[in-house]
């Protein structure tokens, strides 16, 4: 076997879906059979909003947005997906897609029919449990979304999309604190609910405070413990609050 199939017999065997590819017989085995994907490419569609449902998808590599179509026309961004994120989920509840998913750099993925679904699923204890633990997953990432909306002023919410950033990396074996990131800052905003010139702005106010370093798409975070102290601060989104070296317990206001 080569090595590049080596790297992706072991990616797969860590794939919350792997039961499906793998029989637990054989899932350590060097030849197991490995799932078949298709790659896409930046801006490519993998399903539309009111497409009938008839699979689920497994993120391989690279990464995708999903989006909803409000009542006025506007395009509005409802998650971004990274590798091992299942996608299509939404599909279960009336029998087709609410959503929309985009590509947002070449990427691969996983797909796996309902009919295959159903049959795992009525098979194999562990395959029911990882899906469920995947809707669960999005269950709650959706309400940390919805929290971070109703209760964080701009600036916190920026600091909690970096966060929750370096999270997921962290947790796929990558980089907790120099990532790229695929998605434009004109979707940041749409996904925050913020002005581009507000995401702008808040990025370059966290780089003069050396809490990050931004070049184009390439975020360091320098400092994740300033980072987690943004979302204690009770900040306005147009001034920039900083920490008085003459005074620890002292907030220095200035004006952007």
């Known amino acids: 076997m080569t090595k590049s199939t080596a790297q992706q017999t072991s990616l797969c065997q860590h794939c919350i879906m792997s039961g499906i590819c793998f029989g637990q017989s054989d899932k350590n085995s060097a030849e197991s059979k490995v799932r078949s994907h298709k790659i896409y490419h930046k801006s490519d569609i993998l399903f539309r909003s009111g497409q009938t449902f008839d699979a689920i998808y497994i993120l391989r590599s690279g990464s995708a947005k999903s989006s909803i179509l409000a009542n006025c026309g506007h395009e509005q961004i409802s998650g971004f997906h990274y590798p091992g994120d299942l996608i299509g989920l939404d599909g279960f509840d009336n029998g087709s897609h609410s959503q929309s998913i985009k590509f947002l750099e070449t990427s691969s993925v996983c797909r796996i029919g309902l009919g295959e679904l159903d049959n795992a699923m009525a098979n194999s204890a562990s395959i029911r449990s990882n899906l469920l633990q995947g809707m669960s997953h999005a269950l709650n990432n959706e309400d940390r979304f919805l929290l971070s909306l109703n209760n964080m002023n701009s600036a916190q919410r920026l600091s909690s999309f970096l966060l929750d950033l370096s999270a997921q990396f962290l947790q796929r074996g990558l980089s907790a604190k120099e990532f790229d ?38 975020v360091k975070i320098l400092s994740l413990e300033k980072l987690n102290q943004c979302l204690t601060l009770e900040r306005d989104p147009h001034i920039l609050l900083t920490p008085n070296p003459s005074d620890a317990n002292t907030i220095q206001t200035r004006v952007a």
Do not use: C
């Open 181 to 218: 990131l695929s998605m434009t800052r004109v979707d940041i905003a749409n996904y925050l609910g913020m002005a581009i010139e507000t995401v702008s702005r808040l990025l370059t106010q966290l780089q003069q405070d050396n809490i990050i370093e931004v070049q184009r798409r390439r």
